[in-house]
């Protein structure tokens, strides 16, 4: 590691132990400097894209006029889902997108890994190459996905890891064939904590695996530090308006995310995804615009 570059890691308070993953992607370049581009998840718009009350087309014109730059298009606003689209549809949002001016950074399922059934897993499975595939026709640069809820009843987090890791593992070569990054996201369920994202990545052992680091998803006395231990392996984000500390909400500190971000010499999209009650369209404006007056 560059001797510049650790001195800023050390910095953000990420230290360069938490770096050496033997195949494990980070998606920064130390001899660069940071560069982040801005995109819209879809899931801000989760209640009227799942009422109906709008479509695909219209979240993209919104991104489009908003100023965003990419967009992350969830797949459970593509009609039938969980059933894959028809080419016809994919290719339609994908020239609504490329007419706009707007890069569909990224996609994302629903699965769950930790079931200790090898039916019910190797459905799971199923579905994510399903979506792998759905990802790589949108010209999508990554596909999200979860580990799972929580341990089953009769196992232990451990064996319940080697298993996750291995279906990653598998569909992570999926996604090699196809040109997709897979992103695992921290998602407070099976993944709560920064240690446990660690371990798991060590397990999975893949450079076409990296981490959709949810920065509202650690949830315990200091978020940031763990973010700061995770950076390393983000390939992806979900920037939210509030975090958790000891599990209680607070407004993002967007200048400390900052910091840290540019101390791991990031570069790609930052996804922004607002939740809870309010319009969906005035609370993403508000945070784009704060999170585009940091990050230019």
């Keep these: 590691m560059e001797r510049r570059h650790f001195i800023q890691l050390a910095a953000a308070g990420i230290p360069a132990a938490f770096f050496p993953f033997d195949k494990a992607i980070a ?20 209640k009227p894209l799942l009422a109906g009350e709008m479509t695909i087309d219209d979240m993209l014109d919104f ?31 994908k020239q609504h997108a490329f007419k706009l001016g707007l890069e569909i950074c990224g996609s994302g399922v629903r699965n769950d890994f930790t079931y200790p059934d090898a039916a019910k897993l190797a459905t799971e499975k199923k579905h994510v190459k399903d979506w792998i595939e759905v990802a790589s026709k949108l010209g999508a640069q990554t596909l999200r996905i979860f580990a799972g809820k929580d341990v ?30 897979l992103a695992l996201q921290n998602h407070n369920d099976f993944l709560k904590t920064a240690a446990q994202v660690q371990n798991i990545f060590k397990r999975i052992n893949s450079e076409w695996a990296g981490l959709m680091l949810d920065i509202g998803c650690y949830r315990g006395a200091d978020p940031f530090a763990e973010i700061a231990q995770t950076v ?16 209680k909400p607070v407004k993002t500190d967007l200048d400390r995310l900052k910091k840290i971000i540019d101390a791991s010499a990031y570069r790609g999209y930052l996804p922004v995804e607002t939740l809870g009650e309010g319009d969906p369209k005035q609370k993403i404006t508000r945070m784009y615009r704060e999170v585009k007056k940091r990050f230019g």
């Excluded at 059933?83 to 290719?91: G, Q, R």
């Excluded at 080697?162 to 040109?179: L, M, N």
């Excluded at 983000?234 to 000891?246: F, R, S």
Aim: overall charge negative.
């Design 63 to 93: 991104a489009a006029k908003t100023g965003f730059e990419g967009v992350d298009l969830t797949g459970y606003y593509f009609p039938g889902y969980p059933a894959v689209p028809s080419d016809e549809y994919i290719y339609h949002v």
């Design 152 to 181: 089953p009843d009769g196992y232990t987090w451990d064996q319940t890891a080697d298993r996750i890791a291995a279906d990653v593992r598998e569909c992570a070569e999926h996604a090699r064939r196809h040109g997709v990054m």
């Design 232 to 247: 390393p392996l983000a390939i992806t984000w979900q920037v939210k308006e509030e975090m958790y500390i000891n599990n």
């Design 27 to 46: 998606r920064s370049a130390p001899s660069l400097p940071p560069k982040v581009k801005i995109s819209l998840n879809a899931y801000s718009f989760n």
